[in-house]
């Protein structure tokens, strides 16, 4: 009976904490540039009602067709009610993840199958990375004693990894689980020009379209070069991942490597060469939570660099074009999840693009 009521007790706590995330419309009046990137990015749409892709693997989740509860919600809803469905109607979810729920995260906890953001109770207070300490009329400002916020590892609460049911990391960032100091938020959100606020005029702030494989590429395309190296009778396009993780990281993903040569305004397009993870089970490819094992892995990988060998004798006055870029589902798992009229799943994102002439 005590443990019953002890667990009654955690869990009307851990309800009532959900409800006092403020919504991140009230943000807009005094930050407004960032709630503009914000309402464009992944993190303001990650429900599946906003997001097809997402809502496309959801509808065919074990939790969704016999349990009637949505363990995504850990990091796509976090300000909503645990397990929790999500609905059109629902606030909370549609929330997704919230300008006050990521800076509220106070903590990390490691944890074996993910890790787990602990965030703090103090509704008014949220961390930030500003050197020089200001202050907010309408919530408080803790410009110190928050190293996660400042280092990055604040997004490795749900970046880090996932582990399913059979010890699978279907989807790794960090792959020895540590806190490393690598800084997530240096890449992905840069320094661009305008104010933090229009309380606090300032010439730059923190970019919050968390730039990513769907959007605002170009801020990352600087980490990832592309070279040339002409031989004899062939050449081979060089491809430098300077980034701690691998190029792509959702198994979804494939990344594809277009070169074509231009002679006498000829075009000739080579064969496009693949970069893929797949997870699967008995030998064929399988959903992350019923996958057992990585069936193929030719990911390019943290700080690797690829070589790819074209037999091609290149003359003089050739010009080799050169495109890195991706597809947010893999054409082959198109009809798989009824994403064949959703456009941007079938997009070519255009990456990076370079030209060699000789």
């Given at each position: 009976?005590?443990?019953?009521?002890l667990?009654?007790?955690?869990?009307?706590?851990?309800?009532?904490?959900?409800d006092?995330?403020?919504?991140?419309?009230?943000c807009?009046?005094?930050?407004p540039?960032i709630?503009?990137?914000?309402?464009?990015?992944?993190?303001?749409?990650?429900?599946?009602q906003?997001?097809?892709?997402?809502?496309?693997?959801?509808a065919k989740?074990?939790?969704?067709?016999?349990?009637?509860?949505?363990?995504?919600g850990?990091c796509h809803?976090?300000?909503a009610?645990?397990n929790?469905?999500?609905?059109?109607?629902s606030?909370?979810?549609q929330?997704?993840?919230?300008?006050?729920?990521?800076h509220?995260?106070?903590?990390?906890?490691?944890?074996?199958?993910?890790?787990?953001n602990i965030?703090?109770?103090?509704?008014?207070?949220?961390?930030?990375?500003?050197e020089?300490h200001i202050?907010?009329?309408?919530?408080?400002?803790?410009?110190?004693?928050?190293?996660h916020?400042?280092?990055?590892?604040?997004?490795?609460?749900?970046?880090?990894?996932?582990?399913?049911?059979?010890?699978?990391?279907?989807?790794?960032?960090?792959?020895?689980n540590?806190?490393?100091?690598?800084?997530?938020?240096?890449c992905?959100?840069?320094?661009v020009?305008?104010?933090?606020?229009?309380?606090?005029?300032?010439?730059?702030?923190?970019f919050?379209?968390?730039?990513?494989?769907?959007y605002?590429?170009?801020?990352?395309?600087k980490?990832?070069?592309?070279?040339?190296?002409?031989?004899?009778?062939?050449?081979?396009v060089?491809?430098?991942?300077?980034?701690s993780h691998?190029l792509?990281l959702?198994?979804?993903?494939?990344?594809?490597?277009?070169?074509?040569?231009?002679?006498?305004?000829k075009?000739?397009?080579?064969?496009?060469?693949?970069?893929?993870r797949?997870?699967?089970?008995?030998?064929k490819p399988?959903?992350?939570?019923?996958?057992?094992?990585?069936?193929?892995?030719?990911?390019?990988?943290?700080?690797?660099k690829?070589s790819v060998?074209?037999?091609?004798?290149?003359?003089?006055?050739?010009?080799?074009?050169?495109?890195?870029?991706?597809f947010?589902?893999?054409?082959?798992a198109?009809k798989?999840?009824?994403?064949?009229?959703y456009e941007?799943?079938?997009?070519?994102?255009?990456?990076?693009?370079e030209?060699?002439?000789?």
């Open positions: 009976m005590i443990k019953l009521l667990a009654t007790l955690l869990t009307i706590v851990y309800l009532n904490a959900q006092n995330f403020a919504p991140s419309k009230d807009k009046t005094c930050h540039m709630y503009k990137e914000f309402s464009d990015s992944m993190h303001a749409n990650a429900t599946p906003k997001d097809p892709i997402h809502n496309a693997v959801w989740h074990p939790q969704n067709l016999k349990l009637n509860k949505y363990g995504c850990k809803t976090p300000t009610e645990k929790s469905i999500p609905t059109h109607d606030a909370k979810h929330e997704a993840i919230s300008c006050a729920y990521c509220r995260i106070k903590d990390i906890k490691k944890h074996p199958q993910s890790n787990i965030t703090t109770s103090t509704e008014k207070n949220y961390f930030g990375t500003l020089d202050e907010s009329p309408y919530h408080g400002i803790v410009s110190e004693g928050n190293e916020m400042k280092n990055g590892n604040v997004c490795i609460g749900c970046h880090s990894h996932k582990m399913n049911k059979y010890k699978l990391n279907v989807c790794s960032t960090n792959i020895d540590e806190l490393d100091g690598a800084n997530c938020v240096s992905h959100m840069p320094k020009k305008g104010s933090v606020s229009n309380l606090n005029e300032r010439k730059e702030h923190t919050h379209g968390f730039a990513g494989s769907h605002n590429q170009d801020m990352l395309s980490y990832v070069n592309i070279s040339l190296l002409r031989q004899i009778d062939n050449f081979i060089n491809i430098d991942n300077q980034s691998a792509l959702h198994p979804l993903r494939v990344a594809v490597l277009k070169v074509s040569v231009t002679r006498d305004n075009i000739t397009k080579l064969k496009n060469e693949t970069f893929v797949v997870i699967g089970h008995e030998g399988a959903m992350p939570w019923a996958a057992t094992t990585t069936l193929k892995d030719t990911m390019i990988k943290a700080n690797e690829r060998e074209y037999d091609f004798k290149l003359q003089k006055g050739d010009k080799v074009d050169v495109t890195l870029g991706w947010l589902v893999n054409p082959k198109l798989m999840l009824n994403l064949e009229d941007m799943a079938k997009k070519f994102i255009e990456f990076k693009k030209s060699f002439s000789f």
